[in-house]
């Protein structure tokens, strides 16, 4: 097949995050954040085909800028690319579709044009778009890792070190009540600190007793100190814990997520569904329960 009729297509998964410490470091490769999240079964599907005079990102049919996947592109490639996303997640709110775009991209790119590089040497690509173009610190290496993946050291590969939480396959609820800028709370110093404080005691008491419903409470206690949190995402949160449930905000997103054990799930969905629209994402097994 020539290279002009070939399309390279792949799969990038969400991921969410419970709680975060951000790490600066002048080496892009190093710089980003520890903490721990959750790896989702929504994410964004891309087909890349070769382009014609420059390179074009579409979002669910509709050209967008899409900074953090453009710089991935011209960090692989000096060739214009056509770019074809379906988003399974929503976006701008907490579920990591900028690195899920530029990761499915890189893989997609690899395929397409024969770059012969590696998974690391991609994640490596889309880390450093990802920094640079401040969207995001640390999701595409936990999309890459999946499960419940704990950020112990940040940065992508060989620098930053992952772990997980052992658990089987669960669902998550979500309910998106709106939108947050990474940028905005990134940006903002005195917030920060107070972020980085909580995130770092989150993993240490995280790492000390690594489980769903601790890192779910933890999560609950990060976005509570950190004042991130608008009064209807602590309703939510407050709602959920009342029918049973376990409940925390995406970070960075104005989106609550939540599981429960089985007994408790009717309840927990009834409780979001009064807040917006509850989407069901299921979290990829680590370990599966004899019999």
Same mark, same amino acid.
């Given at each position: 097949? /020539?290279?002009e009729s070939s399309a390279g297509k792949a799969f990038a998964p969400g991921h969410i995050t419970g709680f975060f410490?951000?790490?600066?470091?002048?080496?892009?490769?190093?710089?980003?954040?520890?903490?721990? +999240?959750?790896?989702?079964?929504?994410?964004?599907?891309?087909?890349?085909?070769?382009?014609?005079?420059?390179?074009?990102?579409?979002?669910?049919?509709?050209?967008?800028?899409?900074?953090?996947?453009?710089?991935?592109?011209?960090?692989?490639?000096?060739? %214009?690319?056509?770019?074809?996303?379906? =988003?399974?997640?929503?976006?701008? #709110? +907490?579920?990591?579709?900028?690195?899920?775009?530029?990761?499915?991209?890189?893989?997609?790119?690899?395929?397409?044009? $024969?770059?012969?590089?590696?998974?690391?040497?991609?994640?490596?690509?889309?880390?450093?778009?990802?920094?640079?173009?401040? =969207?995001?610190?640390?999701?595409?290496?936990?999309?890459?890792?999946?499960?419940?993946?704990?950020?112990?050291?940040? *940065? #992508?590969? %060989?620098?930053?070190?992952?772990?997980?939480?052992? $658990?089987?396959?669960?669902?998550?609820?979500?309910?998106?009540?709106? @939108?947050?800028?990474? +940028?905005?709370?990134?940006?903002?110093?005195?917030?920060?600190?107070?972020?980085?404080?909580?995130?770092?005691?989150?993993?240490? /008491?995280?790492? =000390?007793?690594?489980?769903?419903?601790?890192?779910?409470?933890?999560?609950? &206690?990060?976005?509570?100190? #950190?004042?991130?949190?608008?009064?209807?995402?602590?309703?939510?949160?407050?709602?959920?814990?009342?029918?049973? +449930?376990?409940?925390? &905000?995406?970070?960075? *997103?104005?989106?609550?997520?939540?599981?429960?054990?089985?007994?408790?799930?009717?309840?927990?969905? @009834?409780?979001?569904?009064?807040?917006?629209?509850?989407?069901?994402?299921?979290?990829?097994?680590?370990?599966?329960?004899?019999?």
């Amino acid at each position: 097949m /020539s290279i002009e009729s070939s399309a390279g297509k792949a799969f990038a998964p969400g991921h969410i995050t419970g709680f975060f410490e951000i790490h600066d470091d002048p080496d892009p490769r190093r710089k980003g954040s520890t903490g721990c +999240g959750v790896v989702i079964d929504g994410g964004i599907d891309v087909i890349v085909t070769p382009g014609e005079e420059k390179t074009e990102i579409f979002l669910d049919g509709v050209s967008v800028k899409a900074d953090t996947t453009r710089s991935l592109i011209e960090q692989l490639v000096d060739l %214009p690319v056509h770019v074809e996303c379906t =988003s399974s997640i929503p976006i701008g #709110c +907490g579920f990591g579709a900028s690195a899920a775009g530029a990761l499915s991209t890189a893989y997609a790119l690899n395929d397409v044009f $024969s770059l012969g590089l590696t998974s690391n040497q991609l994640v490596e690509a889309v880390h450093i778009a990802e920094v640079s173009n401040g =969207s995001g610190m640390g999701d595409v290496e936990g999309q890459y890792f999946g499960g419940v993946p704990i950020r112990k050291v940040p *940065g #992508c590969p %060989p620098y930053g070190v992952l772990d997980r939480v052992p $658990s089987p396959s669960f669902e998550v609820y979500c309910v998106v009540l709106g @939108e947050l800028s990474t +940028g905005s709370v990134l940006n903002d110093d005195e917030l920060m600190r107070e972020i980085n404080s909580a995130g770092r005691s989150a993993l240490l /008491s995280l790492l =000390s007793r690594p489980n769903v419903a601790n890192f779910m409470e933890l999560s609950k &206690q990060f976005t509570l100190k #950190c004042g991130l949190a608008s009064d209807r995402v602590i309703d939510a949160i407050e709602a959920v814990g009342a029918a049973g +449930g376990m409940a925390s &905000q995406a970070m960075l *997103g104005e989106t609550v997520f939540a599981c429960s054990d089985g007994g408790a799930k009717e309840d927990v969905l @009834e409780a979001l569904s009064t807040f917006a629209e509850v989407t069901t994402y299921k979290v990829t097994s680590c370990y599966q329960h004899p019999g």
